[in-house]
């Protein structure tokens, strides 16, 4: 009893501590707009604090039966952190018809924003049966290029109690069609009439050219029937169903002038980032470039590869790119991540190319190019480089292998030795994906942190052993795991993590990996910095960035 009054005498005073917030947000809504005339629709004011006064609600009384306020309040605590909120609950009933505007509330200098409200005639009573049920299919473009994704609507309307229903799935040879997001839920007026309804979205891909018909959405299912019983459980349920109309799509081919791979799109960017920052890198150290290509409405397998060149005196090593998609406000948008270590191989001033991809403007029916300008490096001399010295061979499976004999067919000792390491990097790779798939999967649901699920012993068992390889594939296990996502390179990881020592260690294998032979290199400190580190796991790295940051 004790332990439980002051369990209870702490909470107590946990939430007095709290400081009041002042407040900062009043929001007003109304669920139903239009309304029709003799209904009755509910006004809900939000404050985002703990508010003792009351809004002035009289103004609504020259145009509405105004019953209530009910006065509700909710208090979160997250992170020790007290959060509250205020909600006042009207219930309106339009006197007359026309449009109203209810006005701006304000508490403590914060206002709402006025609603705007339109009220309709009630349709009149008859004998005639109102139709119950229907469906409707719509396309938000009725013409489109082959490969051009778009969005197919089918809406069900319906009055009364439905108990269930399945609706079938379109299927046409020669479009690809998926179900895009979760069904949604609303109401609306149609011929004065207020139906509830559920729509359900699919986005559609045309995989040829042609004229394609879009059969009827089918939806059958059971309704209340209220006349059987006054009671839900005394009422039977009748079988109902309703059909949709056809559609007709006419696909137009690809234009034949267009330069490169076919892309359509609503919008399409690309943007870049260098590790670490700035144009000016030395010579034979890698620098890690990442260029992430956005596209809106289009799915994540259709994002083409770059159109890239590589001038002399730079050698690029590319990475397997990543794709990604997401729905943002109803719609698709995709990413594709290129990530690819730059490493030049002679100083002075270099200068990579711009980067220009052609797309076709699905919105202006044009063809456009989405650019990165040209970037030019200061490339300092490297210590103990030679002025057109290549990396040398690398046993990272990113990096591919380059010889430096004078003929690429003469077979030399330098060629025995290099096949012998060839060798043994493959047999390394295969053990290391047999031993991989001998272990059994973690189960995502788990939650202790990466560090646990992970065996540190083989970080530190490569680590000592100088093994450069295997340390940069457990570190990029490792973390994807940790943060939900596996980085372009380990200076990306070095960047996530933030710890200059680590970073500094990554920096120092990457060198190993991309420059071997200049030093030997020593793994230990790098297994010791790994050991010290304090992080908190962090999920932002897995989501997709805004393409409109200001929707």
Not at 467 to 478: E, F, I, P, V, Y
Request: glycine share 6%; with cysteine; charged share 20%.
């Amino acid at each position: 009893m004790v332990r439980h009054a002051v369990f209870a005498l702490g909470l107590t005073l946990l939430f007095v501590s709290q400081p009041l917030l002042a407040l900062t947000q009043l929001k007003a809504s109304l669920d139903k707009n239009p309304m029709l005339l003799g209904e009755t629709a509910v006004l809900e004011l939000v404050a985002d604090g703990d508010v003792s006064r009351q809004p002035d609600f009289s103004v609504l009384e020259p145009y509405f039966e105004v019953q209530g306020p009910s006065i509700g309040q909710q208090m979160q605590v997250f992170n020790g952190q007290a959060s509250r909120t205020t909600s006042w609950r009207l219930l309106l009933k339009a006197r007359d018809t026309g449009r109203f505007v209810i006005p701006a509330f304000t508490l403590e200098g914060v206002s709402s924003s006025p609603i705007e409200v339109e009220v309709q005639k009630a349709p009149e009573r008859s004998s005639q049966n109102k139709e119950l049920l229907f469906v409707e299919s719509s396309l938000e473009q009725e013409k489109l290029y082959v490969q051009q994704l778009s969005y197919l609507t089918v809406k069900i309307y319906f009055k009364g109690d439905l108990q269930r229903g399945s609706l079938n799935e379109p299927k046409v040879a020669g479009l690809s069609i998926e179900q895009q997001g979760k069904d949604q839920e609303g109401t609306e007026l149609v011929n004065g009439e207020r139906y509830r309804t559920f729509t359900r979205r699919y986005r559609l891909i045309p995989e040829q050219s042609g004229e394609f018909t879009i059969p009827p959405a089918i939806l059958s299912g059971e309704m209340l029937d209220r006349s059987t019983g006054r009671y839900d459980y005394f009422a039977q349920t009748q079988s109902v169903t309703a059909t949709s109309n056809s559609l007709t799509l006419r696909v137009e081919p690809q234009p034949v002038d267009f330069p490169g791979d076919w892309l359509v799109a609503g919008l399409v960017e690309l943007t870049e980032e260098w590790s670490p920052a700035g144009t000016s890198v030395r010579q034979g150290e890698p620098v890690t470039r990442t260029i992430t290509l956005t596209a809106l409405d289009v799915a994540a397998n259709q994002l083409p590869d770059l159109p890239q060149t590589t001038p002399d005196g730079v050698k690029l090593y590319r990475e397997q790119p990543q794709s990604k998609q997401a729905e943002r406000n109803g719609r698709l948008v995709a990413q594709k991540v290129f990530s690819m270590a730059v490493v030049a191989s002679k100083s002075g001033e270099l200068t990579l190319p711009e980067i220009r991809l052609p797309w076709w403007n699905a919105k202006t029916n044009q063809l456009e190019y989405a650019e990165l300008p040209a970037v030019t490096l200061q490339v300092a001399a490297g210590e103990n480089t030679g002025a057109d010295t290549a990396p040398a061979l690398s046993t990272s499976p990113a990096v591919t292998a380059a010889t430096t004999a004078t003929s690429p067919w003469a077979w030399t000792h330098s060629s025995s030795a290099l096949f012998l390491l060839w060798l043994s990097t493959v047999a390394l790779w295969v053990w290391q994906a047999l031993k991989a798939r001998a272990v059994p999967q973690v189960s995502k649901t788990v939650t202790e942190p990466a560090k646990a699920r992970m065996n540190p012993k083989k970080l530190q068992q490569a680590a000592h052993a100088n093994d450069a390889a295997l340390c940069r594939s457990w570190l990029l296990d490792w973390a994807e795991q940790y943060f939900g996502e596996r980085p372009h390179s380990l200076s990306q990881l070095g960047h996530w993590c933030g710890q200059d020592e680590f970073r500094q260690q990554l920096e120092g294998l990457n060198k190993a990996l991309y420059q071997p032979g200049s030093a030997p290199w020593q793994g230990k400190a790098l297994w010791q910095s790994w050991s010290r580190l304090e992080l908190q796991k962090q999920s932002s790295h897995a989501r997709l960035a805004p393409l409109y940051p200001n929707m």
